[in-house]
């Protein structure tokens, strides 16, 4: 698999903001995932997209996948403080691996 | 709610030994994973584990590393010979099925080599 490359780098908003993060690939895929990581911590599963769908939402979250640009957006809405961490894009073909990029690093301030 | 554990939490090693980390997947879950971060730096995939053999490499999983699962419950990497440079954090994940199913990650050990 291809690892996403996810910009910007570093992202920083007050809270209550909108915060949105996007992700690029180069090869076609058949899904892509969304996480979170606290400093140091473990990633945690936020979202996945299918390939065949446009945007999908869970609570303040909402994703789009956009496969004829190669890209993916996170959007966080009404972000909080609790919402600082980086968060990373993974994409799915048909191998085994699964690859991260960089992340981009989100401080929300209160 | 199952999770995925790591042990131990912090491994300090000499330089040139030996070192396996241990990870403890979800029970049902068929495909793990090998993943390190060194300090402020992106999430690297090691490798790949479904059906008792290695799935997937990377570049980065060469010689000095192997992985087993060698009770059916814990799943092990072994760095042989440890080099400064392989001072990071270790995360294993483990998935119920493949790539297009949700991956959970433990708390992660961090190895330093001095």
């Known amino acids: 698999s291809q690892q996403g490359e996810e910009d910007p780098q570093a992202l920083s908003i007050q809270e209550g903001e909108n915060a949105t993060m996007n992700c690029s690939y180069k090869?076609?895929?058949?899904?892509l995932q969304w996480y979170r990581q606290n400093s140091g911590r473990g990633l945690v599963h936020l979202i996945l997209i299918r390939s065949n769908e446009r945007e999908k939402h869970s609570g303040r979250l909402r994703v789009t996948l956009d496969t004829s640009k190669k890209s993916s957006s996170l959007l966080i809405t009404a972000s909080r403080a609790a919402d600082t961490a980086s968060y990373f894009c993974?994409?799915?073909?048909?191998?085994?691996?699964?690859?991260f990029g960089a992340g981009t690093r989100l401080t929300v301030k209160p | 709610e199952p999770e995925v554990t790591q042990t131990p939490s912090h491994q300090v090693t000499q330089m040139g030994q030996e070192v396996i980390l241990r990870c403890v997947p979800i029970?049902?879950?068929?495909?793990f994973y090998w993943y390190r971060q060194i300090l402020g730096q992106k999430v690297e995939f090691l490798v790949s584990f479904y059906n008792n053999e290695i799935s997937e490499k990377s570049e980065i999983f060469d010689d000095q590393f192997s992985v087993e699962r060698p009770d059916g419950s814990n799943f092990t990497l072994k760095i042989r010979s440890t080099k400064l440079e392989d001072s990071a954090m270790y995360f294993c994940?483990?998935?119920?099925?493949?790539?297009?199913?949700?991956?959970?990650f433990g708390q992660g050990t961090r190895l330093t080599v001095v």
């Open positions: 993974a994409t799915g073909d048909n191998n085994n691996d699964m690859r």
């Open positions: 994940a483990s998935l119920r099925q493949g790539v297009g199913t949700e991956a959970f």
């Open positions: 090869t076609s895929i058949n899904n």
């Open positions: 029970s049902n879950h068929l495909y």
